[in-house]
């Protein structure tokens, strides 16, 4: 009993010290997340809350059904979102301090996306991609409407 | 009047304490070496593009197979109503959970994305027999605990054999889900084969028991709890039993293989040339698995050599246990280091290892993993037995005897458990 | 003291009136019926995918495939292997691990000096053992004939490679980074021959079918093998071909000819 007892004591005395520890530190400050040029495929505040489940409902579409044309692919992202260094090098958009990155490290949601997927556009003309320059597009088949907006960082214009 | 009374174990002993930080230490290295895979990919551990299952498929399949093997006990006492065995069903209820849980610790942790282990219950695809074994095997878990509740909860008991029949039943298409893994596989030439089902379920008959038998002698001999020889004898002969059919049916399965012209080559392989694995299956799986078992169970003692009956019976089940893990060795990685047959007759060469006997060499990360599987096992019977009354006081002649023979009325009081 | 005696403890009083055997009998039947219920609906669903969807899977408009003739396919040549790595961005090195989406294979005959060499990939079977064992439907058919692995629910257990008679497929054991925009691939998941899916929807020809008429060996043909007027159809309508493990019924869309 008296073992049981002192257990008991240490862990509240754990957890007490934890909420005073918790209740004393500064809040974290809002993440700035880069922004990318021109006009997302929807509004922000819309892609803010919504883009896990577009990306999820389509990725499904775009594998199993054949359903390319979508607008919400995961390479649109990253091609409208990536950041280059200095020297013109793109910065993959899961490296801290990038686009995907500084939310999902202030939300602290695991990012599993870039596992498999390629966390920078693709170099143009490395490679035998598709066509060299806005391989991404042509491979993708972006609809013609959204193509413009892709271009002005990242993989080049568009067809 | 004597019953069959059951009781938690003190667990205060050094050697409980010493046992139960054993198996924790082992459950918690599997658990490191699973993240450590999980880290670093697949390329740490000794299997490849080639040998696709390694260690911890081994001990998984083996722990899944002696798991439904180790109800038997309870099955043979409530539903062939064997009352002799009545007072051994609830541990058997509890080494299947146990044995289960440890299998499929090590399949989960060993697949490429355990996180992602859910998308077997989202996305099922019935077509795949893994995916009915999910659901088997779930549904075993379930079902066991229900048994268990069902013999430990008096008001219930009446209704044991009911719950003890769907078990049984239940356990027999587990099995054969099991042994289906490998027999549909009509790829490679080791596994194509219906005989692999019934293999497997006789299998599991037989290292069910034998890891049953070891753990109760090790148990009641380290609580001092006395045991007689007519349980040990009858448990004895039945393992010798088990062992004989799984001989038969191994004895079938090659002799098949032999007389279709296309299967020598792997016959061939495993019988004559393939080295470790020709070494295993006539050294560990027969010998060892077969024959030294065969000699030492159905030897018959005298009914009060209690100590000549068990000690036949823990270097037979030793025996039976090795020799279980050398077949699941030699089917499993066996079967895969043997080269697929693309193009049979002629020489095969290629950058991806076709046509060559591949080789495997476990590393430690797989290996501790496999252990540890059997350390989870072990950590939950060594926590049960202590938390509930799984194990009889006694298993003397005399308490079997009066057990099996007593009268229909009153017996309802003869199952529930006793509290000191 | 016989057995049915022996068996009394378990009963309540109700139910030894009607005496053990019928209870045993009645208990048999009650156990048939719950597993019988149980287990329908999944049996039920796996025959009907087992019949319909046999029947159903190769008979749309589209299905890729391949033709490769190993008596054009040069010995030592390996511009569909490197195509097939640049393009996918794996890796060159063939070490035990690597994923490998084609190789070149060389198969002799030693008893009368027959040899041929030829590149492998994966057969794109109308009925493949991968499709069917993969426990999450990870590994699928599209409806075009391709069949692919889908990433997303693939969950490592290799059952696939297990499974699949031509080697096809392979395990990422290592954690993969500079992949290719159009080819995802990472650690903890299968993977094999795409096809180059997205290269045969944007109009163009697969990586090494590309890089063999490059190389002008002229030994991979791609096309849909469902459309008559196709080359390809064209072709195996004229030419003896054949399909490797053919007797396994798997129905692969990668014709040979000269094996």
Same mark, same amino acid.
């Given at each position: 009993?008296?073992?049981?007892?002192?257990?008991?004591?240490?862990?509240?005395?754990?957890?007490?010290?934890?909420?005073?520890?918790?209740?004393?530190? +500064?809040?974290?400050?809002?993440?700035?997340?880069?922004?990318?040029?021109?006009? $997302?495929?929807?509004?922000?505040?819309?892609?803010?809350?919504?883009?896990?489940?577009?990306?999820?409902?389509?990725?499904?579409?775009?594998?199993?059904?054949? !359903?390319?044309?979508?607008?919400?692919?995961?390479?649109?992202?990253?091609?409208?979102?990536?950041?280059?260094?200095?020297?013109?090098?793109?910065?993959?958009?899961?490296?801290?301090?990038?686009?995907?990155?500084?939310?999902?490290?202030?939300?602290?949601?695991?990012?599993?996306?870039?596992?498999?997927?390629?966390?920078?556009?693709?170099?143009?003309?490395?490679?035998?991609?598709?066509?060299?320059?806005?391989?991404?597009?042509?491979?993708?088949?972006?609809?013609?409407?959204?193509?413009?907006?892709?271009?002005?960082?990242?993989?080049?214009?568009?067809? | 009047?004597?019953?069959? !009374?059951?009781?938690?174990?003190?667990?205060?002993?050094?050697?409980?304490?010493?046992?139960?930080?054993?198996?924790?230490?082992?459950?918690?290295?599997?658990?490191?070496?699973?993240?450590?895979?999980?880290?670093?990919?697949?390329?740490?551990?000794?299997?490849?593009?080639?040998?696709?299952?390694?260690?911890?498929?081994?001990?998984?399949?083996?722990?899944?197979?002696?798991?439904?093997?180790?109800?038997?006990?309870?099955?043979?006492?409530?539903?062939?109503?064997?009352?002799?065995?009545?007072?051994?069903?609830?541990?058997?209820?509890?080494?299947?959970?146990?044995?289960?849980?440890?299998?499929?610790?090590?399949?989960?942790?060993?697949?490429?994305?355990?996180?992602?282990?859910?998308?077997?219950?989202?996305?099922?695809?019935?077509?795949?027999?893994?995916?009915?074994?999910?659901?088997?095997?779930?549904?075993?878990?379930?079902?066991?605990?229900?048994?268990?509740?069902?013999?430990?909860?008096? +008001?219930?008991?009446?209704?044991?054999?009911?719950?003890?029949?769907?078990?049984?039943?239940?356990?027999?298409?587990?099995?054969?889900?099991?042994?289906?893994?490998?027999?549909?596989?009509?790829?490679?030439?080791?596994?194509?084969?219906?005989?692999?089902?019934?293999?497997?379920?006789?299998?599991?008959?037989?290292?069910?028991l034998a890891?049953?038998s070891?753990?109760l002698l090790?148990?009641?001999?380290?609580?001092?709890?006395?045991?007689?020889g007519r349980v040990l004898a009858r448990l004895k002969t039945l393992l010798g039993v088990f062992v004989?059919?799984?001989?038969?049916?191994?004895?079938?399965?090659?002799?098949?293989?032999?007389?279709?012209?296309?299967?020598?080559?792997?016959?061939?392989?495993?019988? &004559?040339?393939?080295?470790?694995?020709?070494?295993?299956?006539?050294?560990?799986?027969?010998?060892?698995?077969?024959?030294?078992p065969l000699?030492l169970l159905l030897r018959r003692y005298?009914l009060?050599d209690v100590?000549g009956i068990a000690r036949a019976l823990v270097w037979g089940a030793?025996?039976v246990?090795?020799?279980?893990?050398?077949?699941?060795?030699?089917?499993?990685?066996?079967?895969?280091?043997?080269?697929?047959?693309?193009?049979?007759?002629?020489?095969?060469?290629?950058?991806?290892?076709?046509?060559?006997?591949?080789?495997?060499?476990?590393?430690?990360?797989?290996?501790? &993993?496999?252990?540890?599987?059997?350390?989870?096992?072990?950590?939950?019977?060594?926590?049960?037995?202590?938390?509930?009354?799984?194990?009889?006081?006694?298993?003397?002649?005399?308490?079997?005897?009066?057990?099996?023979?007593?009268?229909?009325?009153?017996?309802?009081?003869?199952?529930?458990?006793?509290?000191? | 003291?016989?057995?049915?005696?022996?068996?009394?403890?378990?009963?309540?009083?109700?139910?030894?009136?009607?005496?053990?055997?019928?209870?045993?009998?009645?208990?048999?039947?009650?156990?048939?019926?719950?597993?019988?219920?149980?287990?329908?609906?999944?049996?039920?669903?796996?025959?009907?995918?087992?019949?319909?969807?046999?029947?159903?899977?190769?008979?749309?408009?589209?299905?890729?495939?391949?033709?490769?003739?190993?008596?054009?396919?040069?010995?030592? $040549?390996?511009?569909?292997?490197?195509?097939?790595?640049?393009?996918?961005?794996?890796?060159?090195?063939?070490?035990?691990?690597?994923?490998?989406?084609?190789?070149?294979?060389?198969?002799?005959?030693?008893?009368?000096?027959?040899? +041929?060499?030829?590149?492998?990939? $994966?057969?794109?079977?109308?009925?493949?053992?991968?499709?069917?064992?993969?426990?999450?439907?990870?590994?699928?058919?599209?409806?075009?004939?391709?069949?692919?692995?889908?990433?997303?629910?693939?969950?490592?257990?290799?059952?696939?490679?297990?499974?699949?008679?031509?080697?096809?497929?392979?395990?990422?054991?290592?954690?993969?980074?500079?992949?290719?925009?159009?080819?995802?691939?990472?650690?903890?998941?299968?993977?094999?021959?795409?096809?180059?899916?997205?290269?045969?929807?944007?109009?163009?020809?697969?990586?090494?079918?590309?890089?063999?008429?490059?190389?002008?060996?002229?030994?991979?043909?791609?096309?849909?093998?469902?459309?008559?007027?196709?080359?390809?159809?064209?072709?195996?309508?004229?030419?003896?071909?054949?399909?490797?493990?053919?007797?396994?019924?798997?129905?692969?869309?990668?014709?040979?000819?000269?094996?």
């Amino acid at each position: 009993m008296r073992a049981r007892a002192g257990v008991l004591a240490v862990l509240s005395v754990i957890l007490a010290l934890g909420l005073v520890w918790a209740a004393h530190r +500064r809040p974290v400050a809002m993440p700035v997340v880069p922004r990318a040029p021109g006009h $997302c495929v929807l509004p922000t505040a819309v892609m803010l809350r919504t883009h896990m489940m577009l990306l999820r409902s389509v990725r499904e579409e775009i594998v199993r059904h054949d !359903a390319r044309d979508t607008r919400f692919r995961l390479t649109g992202c990253v091609a409208c979102h990536v950041e280059h260094t200095a020297s013109g090098q793109p910065i993959p958009v899961n490296a801290p301090g990038q686009f995907c990155a500084t939310c999902h490290t202030y939300v602290g949601v695991h990012l599993d996306c870039f596992a498999c997927h390629a966390a920078v556009p693709e170099t143009p003309g490395k490679f035998g991609g598709l066509r060299g320059q806005g391989a991404v597009q042509a491979a993708f088949r972006i609809p013609r409407a959204l193509r413009g907006r892709f271009g002005a960082s990242g993989a080049g214009g568009g067809r | 009047m004597t019953k069959v !009374a059951y009781r938690e174990i003190a667990g205060r002993s050094a050697l409980y304490w010493l046992a139960v930080i054993l198996c924790a230490a082992g459950a918690a290295a599997g658990l490191a070496s699973a993240l450590y895979m999980r880290a670093h990919g697949h390329h740490v551990t000794g299997m490849n593009n080639q040998i696709v299952w390694g260690m911890p498929h081994v001990f998984a399949v083996f722990l899944i197979v002696a798991a439904s093997g180790a109800l038997n006990v309870a099955s043979i006492a409530s539903v062939f109503g064997r009352s002799l065995y009545k007072p051994l069903a609830r541990l058997s209820g509890l080494l299947a959970i146990a044995l289960l849980i440890g299998g499929l610790w090590n399949l989960v942790l060993d697949l490429g994305r355990p996180g992602h282990l859910l998308a077997t219950v989202i996305y099922p695809n019935f077509r795949s027999i893994f995916a009915w074994n999910i659901y088997l095997y779930t549904g075993f878990l379930v079902i066991v605990g229900f048994y268990l509740w069902f013999m430990m909860e008096r +008001r219930l008991n009446p209704h044991t054999h009911k719950v003890g029949m769907l078990a049984f039943l239940w356990r027999l298409v587990l099995t054969t889900g099991t042994g289906s893994i490998f027999g549909f596989l009509a790829a490679r030439s080791a596994y194509d084969s219906a005989v692999l089902a019934p293999l497997f379920i006789l299998m599991s008959f037989a290292f069910g028991l034998a890891i049953f038998s070891l753990v109760l002698l090790a148990g009641f001999k380290i609580v001092g709890r006395p045991v007689g020889g007519r349980v040990l004898a009858r448990l004895k002969t039945l393992l010798g039993v088990f062992v004989a059919a799984v001989m038969y049916f191994v004895a079938v399965y090659h002799l098949t293989n032999i007389y279709i012209a296309g299967h020598r080559g792997v016959e061939a392989f495993v019988l &004559l040339k393939g080295g470790l694995y020709t070494g295993l299956f006539w050294g560990g799986q027969v010998l060892v698995g077969g024959i030294v078992p065969l000699v030492l169970l159905l030897r018959r003692y005298p009914l009060d050599d209690v100590q000549g009956i068990a000690r036949a019976l823990v270097w037979g089940a030793l025996a039976v246990v090795a020799g279980g893990l050398a077949q699941i060795y030699v089917l499993i990685i066996g079967g895969q280091a043997y080269p697929l047959q693309m193009f049979p007759g002629m020489v095969v060469h290629s950058s991806f290892y076709d046509g060559v006997v591949h080789s495997y060499i476990p590393r430690w990360p797989e290996t501790v &993993l496999a252990l540890s599987g059997v350390a989870v096992v072990g950590l939950i019977v060594l926590i049960a037995v202590r938390l509930l009354p799984f194990l009889p006081e006694n298993l003397t002649d005399e308490v079997v005897s009066a057990h099996g023979a007593r009268p229909a009325a009153g017996s309802a009081a003869g199952e529930s458990p006793v509290h000191p | 003291m016989n057995d049915k005696e022996r068996d009394e403890p378990s009963r309540d009083g109700a139910e030894i009136e009607e005496g053990p055997d019928s209870v045993r009998r009645g208990l048999l039947k009650m156990a048939g019926a719950v597993a019988a219920l149980t287990l329908a609906p999944g049996v039920t669903v796996f025959a009907r995918d087992l019949v319909l969807k046999g029947q159903h899977k190769a008979k749309g408009p589209v299905r890729y495939g391949l033709l490769i003739d190993a008596r054009a396919c040069k010995t030592g $040549c390996d511009a569909c292997v490197r195509a097939c790595q640049d393009y996918n961005g794996l890796s060159h090195d063939p070490g035990p691990d690597n994923a490998q989406w084609i190789r070149k294979v060389t198969i002799t005959d030693e008893k009368t000096g027959f040899t +041929r060499s030829f590149p492998m990939m $994966c057969q794109h079977c109308a009925h493949g053992a991968c499709v069917d064992v993969c426990p999450t439907g990870a590994s699928f058919r599209r409806p075009d004939g391709i069949v692919l692995v889908d990433k997303h629910r693939c969950i490592g257990c290799r059952y696939c490679l297990m499974a699949c008679p031509y080697k096809a497929r392979s395990f990422v054991g290592r954690v993969v980074k500079d992949q290719r925009p159009w080819a995802p691939r990472g650690k903890g998941t299968a993977e094999g021959c795409t096809m180059c899916v997205e290269r045969v929807e944007a109009g163009k020809l697969p990586a090494c079918v590309a890089a063999c008429q490059k190389a002008g060996h002229k030994a991979m043909m791609f096309g849909n093998l469902h459309d008559p007027k196709s080359a390809i159809a064209v072709r195996l309508s004229e030419v003896a071909t054949t399909t490797i493990r053919a007797d396994l019924g798997m129905a692969p869309g990668v014709h040979y000819r000269g094996i």
